[in-house]
């Protein structure tokens, strides 16, 4: 039996579309019952806040916009400190004043007057003595009595006390304070400085800067509310680090090790990108499928693995699907 070229060619072409349907329909089988293991992209999040309440005076950025390290995003009104700070700095000014009186010593004038007054009181006592020795020989003739004598005596060492007092008040006034006064009023001088120094921190956490450079997402209060301390004014992405994070079951995490590399598809890009595994969390978190069976039966849990990124990531953002098809 003859067989024509045609026949052949039929026969060839129907087995080539046969083969080629039976292949792409094995590869559709495969890839429909395939495990998808899905993560979302994260990074690491800065809330901008201060320490002091008070109202939002100015705010210097913009959601969506970027800024560098250190960058001024807002500032508080703070009335009240500024008031603060004119007290505590006066209050300085008058502890420096009394420092430089005390380490320049007594006045000159006043040193004159309490060598006269220290002169005055000598004058008095020498006449007192003198008056003191005339009683006394009156009275020991018998010329005064007894009273006179006791008087005159009083009166001289009453004399003798205030010479003595004028004398240690001039030397006092001479010497200048005292160490003690020294160290008492630097001490208060430290005191005052030591409260505008408060007072100005405090008045410096009422401009916050970024703590990062990144794409400010979300600005929680506008200029004139109020805030409370340590409350997240704005907060910054820091688009330099990410990573994906997934929840893959444990029944899926044969042959996941730190270092293995995998493709990951980003449906919001439309791309295949590679990343890299860099975390596998020490133990189980959740379940995420439960046995029906009272025996024979186990739960399920997962493992949450951290991937990085490898190579351009530039548009890739915070919130994005990575479907990876297959074991990792």
Known sequence: MKVSVKYIVTLSIFMVVLFIGGYIFVRYLYRINQPIIEGVVECHTYRASSKLPGRIDSLFVAEGGWVERGELLY??????????????????????????????????????????????????????KKSLTRVKNLY???????????????????MVATANAAKAAYEMAVEGATKEQRAAVAAKV???????????????????????SGRISNII???????????????????????VVFNIKESDMVGIALGVRFDGYIPALDKTLQFEVNYIAS?????????????????????????????DFNALLPGMSVVVRGVI
């Open 283 to 311: 133990e189980a978190d959740f379940a995420t499928w439960g046995a029906t069976r009272a025996r024979g039966g186990f739960d399920i849990r997962t493992f949450e693995v951290h991937a990085r990124p490898i190579g």
């Open 190 to 212: 430290r005191e005052a400085q030591a409260a505008v120094d408060e007072v100005k921190s405090y008045l410096s956490d009422a401009r916050v800067y970024a703590p990062m």
């Open 75 to 128: 500032t508080i009104s703070t009335p009240e400190l500024d008031a603060k700070l004119r007290q505590v700095a006066a209050l300085e000014a008058a502890a420096e004043a009394l420092n430089l009186e005390v380490e320049h010593g007594v006045r000159k004038e006043e040193i004159v007057a309490a060598r006269n007054l220290w002169h005055k009181a000598m004058a008095g006592e020498d006449l007192a």
């Open 221 to 243: 209060s506008e200029p004139g509310e109020l805030v409370s301390s340590g409350y997240p004014v704005v907060t910054i992405l820091d688009l330099s680090d990410m990573w």
């Open 140 to 158: 020991n003739k018998g010329v005064v009595p007894r009273q006179q004598y006791d008087e005159v005596l009083a009166n001289y060492e009453a």
